[in-house]
């Protein structure tokens, strides 16, 4: 008590003073649930949340800033979407994330997705598979491409998969910008696949 007075602990959104163990106040996280769902030719996807802020700005520290601890709080969006939606399966689904390219995981440390997937994991008693890979060849990053055509080719066999046919899964992802990485991972993994995903950037969709 003597230290919340001394060193109060405040919202990262509403700047209101919350317990130490909270990172945005009860509130704020609600407010970051705005679900949504695209339907595609052959699958749906789910959205927890809008590329916006104060999310964005969120994310972004949990990025590229190393707040890792924000990963139960996007985690508990996905979940929620996954509750939302009912989404139902013929069997218990194995999680699959989209991997980080090496560059990213060497300078980051961590695959930001892959926290997700754990933490989304516990909250649904869900195995987490990690049989989706990046060709070792691979080195691009989405960010660099100019237009959705340069996504589309610099993705074109960028994954492979060594997990079992006839499965179920979920896949995870924070943004989907024009959705070429999760359409050519789909592909790959060629089984019944549901995606999941933190957010999706309304000017790309």
């Known amino acids: 008590m003597f230290l ?4 109060p602990n405040k919202c990262k959104v509403c700047k209101k003073e919350i317990p130490f163990n909270k990172i945005i106040c009860e509130s704020c996280e609600d407010s970051l649930f705005q679900p949504s769902l695209l339907k595609k030719t052959s699958y749906n996807i789910y959205f927890a949340s809008v590329y916006e802020e104060p999310l964005s700005s969120l994310l972004k520290e949990f990025k590229f800033k190393e707040n890792i601890h924000l990963a139960k709080i996007f985690s508990k ?6 509750k939302h939606y009912n989404i139902e399966f ?6 699959i994330y989209i991997p980080s390219i090496k560059r990213h995981l060497k300078k980051r440390g961590y695959n930001p997705v892959f926290l997700l997937a754990k933490e ?3 909250l649904t008693g869900f195995n987490i598979n990690n049989k989706l890979k990046i060709q070792k060849r691979y080195s691009k990053s989405q960010v660099e491409a100019n237009n959705y055509f340069e996504r589309i080719h610099q993705v074109k066999n960028k994954f492979f998969f060594e997990g079992v046919k006839e ?3 979920i896949i995870i ?4 910008t024009t959705g070429a990485t999760l359409e050519n991972a789909i592909k790959t993994i060629n ?5 999941i995903i933190l957010c999706k950037n309304v000017k790309n969709i």
């Open 191 to 195: 089984n019944y696949v549901v995606p």
């Open 90 to 95: 013929n069997e218990i689904p194995e999680i």
């Open 167 to 169: 499965k179920e899964y």
């Open 77 to 82: 969006l996905l979940y929620r979407t996954y």
């Open 173 to 176: 992802d924070d943004v989907l």
């Open 4 to 7: 919340n007075e001394l060193f």
């Open 120 to 122: 989304y994991s516990k």
